[in-house]
């Protein structure tokens, strides 16, 4: 059973930053994807930024400038530095690790609020 801890989440001033990790229980090297999504209520859960394997990333168009994906295999940790942050980037965080569409992992989530 796979097991992905979020940490880092936090209440933010709007311009501040945040680093969200993700640590996986084992290699992560033995997921296809790994990546961040997020929620806010009453809406879908959106991509925000994954990272293959061999260290593609993909953002959502609008997160692309601010925020950074990483991958550290030797800590079995993914991180996702947020800067610039927004009160519209308040949401909850999942961590997901994906090897196919039937094996496929999330967090418990971490919250993230951006507000003066």
């Known amino acids: 059973q796979v097991q992905l801890v979020e940490s880092g989440g936090g209440l933010v001033q709007p311009g501040g930053s945040l680093r969200l990790s993700c640590t996986a229980s084992?290699?992560?090297?033995?997921?296809?994807?790994m990546g961040w999504y997020r929620q806010t209520p009453g809406k879908q859960r959106e991509l925000v930024a994954t990272?293959?394997?061999?260290?593609?990333?993909n953002y959502q168009d609008d997160l692309k400038d601010r925020f950074t994906i990483a991958r550290d295999s030797a800590k079995n940790m993914v991180t996702l530095s947020m800067n610039s942050l927004k009160p519209e980037d308040t949401a909850v965080y999942y961590c997901?690790?994906?090897?196919?569409?039937?094996?496929?992992?999330w967090g418990q989530g971490t919250q993230v609020t951006v507000s003066s």
């Open positions: 084992g290699n992560i090297d033995r997921f296809t994807v």
């Open positions: 990272i293959n394997k061999i260290g593609i990333t």
């Open positions: 997901n690790a994906y090897i196919t569409i039937s094996t496929n992992y």
